[in-house]
């Protein structure tokens, strides 16, 4: 059975982005809009990122780019984040109409979040009607990850000549779905030992983060898991974002697992590529 977790991330990654700004001719914006069309996400965040510290700028204008950067952060599920760049931008540009829109937006994903997390610890029929009304507001149905389209808060549709002014569209809501089934399955066979759908998990190429041999590192992997008893592992603070350009996705997460007297948490990414035989690992690391 799939995390409900799991499918709240996916459900979520799944949404519109954020509205961005109108067209301006303000070249450092103009230059971070070009950045996030062609998917140069950490090259539009640097340029954003230093305009906002420009306090030569107009206070509007820099509201501007922290608009920017919410857009940025919502698409890559980093929902938390976003709230936080769009109370900048208000804060500079009180009547900044696009921005507040973003941030009610912002918090209704929000308010999702918790009350499935509260679903989770302590259901009832209160928690469901709320979590039902909150996915309605958000164009949402629980059998449905819906709309891909990249498109502005509101549900109208953009005029032609404004489509350059949002963000390209995540991967399909199925792709970001199948790689958190793929992801849980990953989890449960190394909590249960299951070696063969464990190691099924990795691609053909993969390489070990530490440099070992992949022929020893799965012999290796396939000893610790037939030795070890009573294994728990949970993930936490799962994000998966579809990769510009690759087609991949990333997990990172926080891992926390417990076996015997061992206790690790550690901050992980796992990139996945969707091969042949589905969504494969192609790389691993410990942060």
Not at 216 to 238: F, P, V, Y
Not at 247 to 253: I, N, Q, T
Request: with cysteine; net charge neutral; charged share 25%.
């Amino acid at each position: 059975m799939k995390s409900p977790l799991l499918c709240l991330l996916a459900l979520l990654l799944s949404l519109p982005v954020l509205a961005a700004n109108p067209p301006d001719a303000n070249a450092p914006l103009a230059e971070a809009r070009a950045a996030m069309a062609r998917g140069a996400w950490d090259d539009a965040r640097s340029r954003l990122q230093r305009f906002t510290a420009d306090a030569t700028q107009a206070p509007a204008v820099r509201a501007r780019a922290w608009n920017f950067l919410a857009a940025i952060d919502a698409r890559q599920g980093k929902m938390g984040n976003a709230h936080d760049e769009l109370r900048q931008a208000l804060a500079l540009d009180r009547g900044f109409g696009l921005a507040w829109e973003n941030l009610g937006y912002v918090r209704l994903v929000l308010a999702l979040q918790a009350y499935e997390e509260a679903a989770l610890t302590k259901p009832s029929p209160q928690v469901d009607e709320k979590r039902s009304q909150l996915r309605a507001l958000l164009g949402l149905h629980a059998g449905n990850a819906a709309q891909t389209e990249a498109g502005a808060v509101r549900p109208q549709a953009e005029a032609a000549a404004d489509a350059h002014a949002h963000a390209p569209a995540p991967a399909a809501s199925g792709d970001v779905a199948d790689v958190g089934a793929a992801l849980e399955r990953w989890r449960e066979a190394w909590q249960h030992g299951d070696a063969k759908t464990y190691l099924a998990a990795y691609a053909a190429d993969f390489r070990p983060q530490d440099g070992t041999a992949a022929t020893a590192w799965r012999e290796q992997r396939t000893r610790r898991l037939a030795a070890a008893h009573a294994i728990s592992i949970t993930l936490e603070g799962l994000t998966l974002a579809p990769q510009a350009g690759s087609g991949h996705v990333l997990a990172s997460f926080t891992e926390h697992l417990r076996a015997g007297s061992v206790r690790r948490t550690q901050r992980k990414e796992i990139e996945w590529r969707h091969d042949d035989d589905g969504w494969r690992i192609v790389r691993e690391t410990a942060l």
